[in-house]
């Protein structure tokens, strides 16, 4: 299931992060041809200034200084298109002109629409004056067209004014909104060859560059065609800070994401191995209870067993052994309540001023017959000269009992265990060293926590719940304490806690 669960969250977030690279790139896309078009567009509106330009300079210089008083665009509009009911109603003789229309709305008083019958009066020119107007609008047209003809042979830069093709494409740029820095120049093809006309000398776009042009005085019909060109040099640098600022927070929720689903996937994994741990800790603790308990049950029964022999001798060895099994098996129950204890939370430490030197005294002597029984030996060096500490004894001797077991625990065949005090700075040092199995690297950081047995540890079918440990830590740190542990496979290890002195 897990694994399915992880295996669907890596697809999708890999959808994920396609979907918005796609959405990316398309948008950076656009950006781009949108960029494009306002630029061209620039460009020709230039095209047409320059256009304007000159048909004017052609109305100034006309000789004849004709100044047509039509409008421009639409010749002599008396019928606008948008009333098509208007209609010529008579020509006067007088050239004057009526035009009727058949109906208008109004709005009366009352706020509604009424539809009326109205006429209006336009005056127009006698017949004479329109013929005389249209043969000179006829050879003013003529004159136009010689005067581009010339113009056409003209060289562009006699063409365009000093500094107005500048000025025309700096207002163009800006009121389209693009204010990056440009360069710009006119290239004239003549014989098949093109060259610089006009414009930024040191107009030279990099390689990748793009460059816009449009054709301007294209209505020349010359021989001798000219282009506008632009680049903007910055435009790469722009295009990147554009996207940017999509990419970027785009970019930072999927690291989010990933992250969390890591996150995710790490909790339910160390969720899962702590199960599993806690499955082995309790069959474990079956295992370590049944054996004192059975034993115990067992010693009874030949006690109650009236076929069977009471001497003082042999109630004094049934005694024995189940005051030693019941021993252990309050042992294991306190190592359990302890533990317990621990989960809540409810740990009280009851601080006094322990000395570290009588605790570690008291401890050896008291695990000494323990390594004798089994050949070992047991060297103890006190040499701490301050050896007092503010402590909680019964938690403190707990500590240093834990790492004994330990050491006897996982010894060779014969225990060989030292231990000592001393001072350094400011800390009291206590060192339990013995020269047993040892701990590899790989372990060597995880023996701390909760519940956790080195596997291959097991080499004497060493029972254990993994929890020795983790109270040895949590205590010391309790005591504003630290635990180093250095350690050689094979060779043997050395616990090391430092725990600040109280009167140094
Ligand atoms: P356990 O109840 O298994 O002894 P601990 O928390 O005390 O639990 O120790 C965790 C593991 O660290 C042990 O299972 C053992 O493999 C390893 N370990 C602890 N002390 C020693 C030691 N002195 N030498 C070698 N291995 C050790």
């Known amino acids: 299931m897990i694994n399915i669960l992880a295996t669907l969250m890596a697809i999708a977030v890999a959808a994920m992060v396609w979907v918005q690279v796609i959405t990316i790139n398309k948008t950076a896309k656009l950006q781009e041809s949108n960029f494009n078009i306002i630029v061209n567009r620039a460009l020709t509106d230039v095209n047409d200034m320059l256009v304007f330009q000159e048909t004017n300079l052609f109305y100034e210089l006309d000789t004849q200084n004709y100044i047509p008083d039509v409008p421009a665009s639409g010749g002599l509009n008396l019928f606008p298109k948008s009333d098509p009911s208007a209609s010529l109603d008579r020509l006067s003789r007088s050239g004057e002109l009526s035009v009727s229309y058949k109906h208008k709305t109004v709005k009366t008083s009352n706020g509604k629409f009424d539809i009326r019958q109205e006429k209006a009066t336009y005056s127009l020119p006698s017949m004479q004056s329109l013929y005389n107007r249209q043969s000179e609008e006829q050879s003013r047209q003529l004159r136009f067209k010689s005067f581009m003809l010339l113009r056409g042979e003209m060289k562009v830069v006699d063409r365009i004014p000093p500094g107005y093709l500048q000025h025309e494409l700096d207002l163009e740029l800006k009121e389209k909104d693009i204010l990056l820095p440009y360069k710009f120049c006119v290239k004239t093809t003549a014989n098949g060859k093109t060259k610089m006309a006009l414009g930024d000398p040191d107009y030279n776009p990099a390689e990748g560059?793009?460059?816009?042009?449009?054709?301007?005085?294209?209505?020349?019909?010359?021989?001798?065609?000219?282009?506008?060109?632009?680049?903007?040099?910055?435009?790469?640098?722009?295009?990147?800070?554009?996207?940017?600022?999509?990419?970027?927070?785009?970019?930072?929720?999927?690291?989010?994401?990933?992250?969390?689903?890591?996150?995710?996937?790490?909790?339910?994994?160390?969720?899962?191995?702590?199960?599993?741990?806690?499955?082995?800790?309790?069959?474990?603790?079956?295992?370590?209870?049944?054996?004192?308990?059975?034993?115990?049950?067992?010693?009874?029964?030949?006690?109650?067993?009236?076929?069977?022999?009471?001497?003082?001798?042999?109630?004094?060895?049934?005694?024995?052994?189940?005051?030693?099994?019941?021993?252990?098996?309050?042992?294991?129950?306190?190592?359990?309540?302890?533990?317990?204890?621990?989960?809540?939370?409810?740990?009280?430490?009851?601080?006094?001023?322990?000395?570290?030197?009588?605790?570690?005294?008291?401890?050896?002597?008291?695990?000494?017959?323990?390594?004798?029984?089994?050949?070992?030996?047991?060297?103890?060096?006190?040499?701490?000269?301050?050896?007092?500490?503010?402590?909680?004894?019964?938690?403190?001797?707990?500590?240093?009992?834990?790492?004994?077991?330990?050491?006897?625990?996982?010894?060779?065949?014969?225990?060989?265990?030292?231990?000592?005090?001393?001072?350094?700075?400011?800390?009291?040092?206590?060192?339990?060293?013995?020269?047993?199995?040892?701990?590899?690297?790989?372990?060597?950081?995880?023996?701390?926590?909760?519940?956790?047995?080195?596997?291959?540890?097991?080499?004497?079918?060493?029972?254990?719940?993994?929890?020795?440990?983790?109270?040895?830590?949590?205590?010391?740190?309790?005591?504003?304490?630290?635990?180093?542990?250095?350690?050689?496979?094979?060779?043997?290890?050395?616990?090391?806690?430092?725990?600040?002195?109280?009167?140094?």
Request: proline residues 3%.
């Open 209 to 504: 560059t793009r460059e816009y042009h449009t054709p301007i005085f294209y209505d020349d019909n010359s021989s001798k065609p000219h282009n506008l060109f632009v680049y903007f040099p910055g435009q790469h640098a722009q295009q990147i800070k554009a996207i940017s600022s999509i990419v970027l927070p785009s970019l930072i929720l999927t690291l989010i994401i990933i992250g969390i689903f890591v996150f995710t996937l790490q909790i339910i994994l160390r969720q899962k191995k702590l199960s599993q741990i806690k499955n082995d800790f309790i069959n474990n603790m079956t295992h370590e209870l049944k054996t004192p308990i059975s034993t115990i049950s067992l010693a009874s029964q030949m006690l109650k067993d009236n076929s069977l022999v009471h001497s003082p001798s042999t109630i004094d060895h049934i005694s024995g052994v189940i005051l030693d099994e019941s021993k252990r098996l309050s042992s294991q129950v306190e190592k359990v309540l302890q533990m317990a204890v621990f989960n809540e939370g409810k740990l009280k430490l009851k601080f006094t001023e322990i000395d570290l030197n009588q605790i570690m005294a008291q401890a050896a002597s008291n695990f000494e017959i323990r390594v004798i029984t089994s050949g070992g030996t047991l060297e103890t060096s006190l040499l701490a000269e301050n050896p007092v500490i503010s402590g909680d004894e019964v938690h403190i001797t707990n500590v240093i009992f834990n790492l004994l077991d330990n050491a006897e625990k996982y010894s060779k065949e014969i225990p060989k265990i030292e231990i000592s005090t001393e001072n350094r700075n400011n800390w009291v040092v206590v060192q339990i060293r013995d020269y047993g199995i040892g701990i590899s690297k790989e372990n060597l950081n995880q023996i701390f926590e909760r519940f956790y047995r080195i596997p291959t540890g097991n080499v004497h079918n060493v029972k254990g719940f993994g929890l020795g440990l983790s109270y040895v830590k949590r205590i010391v740190e309790e005591h504003h304490g630290k635990i180093k542990v250095e350690s050689t496979v094979g060779k043997g290890t050395k616990f090391r806690i430092y725990f600040p002195v109280t009167n140094s």
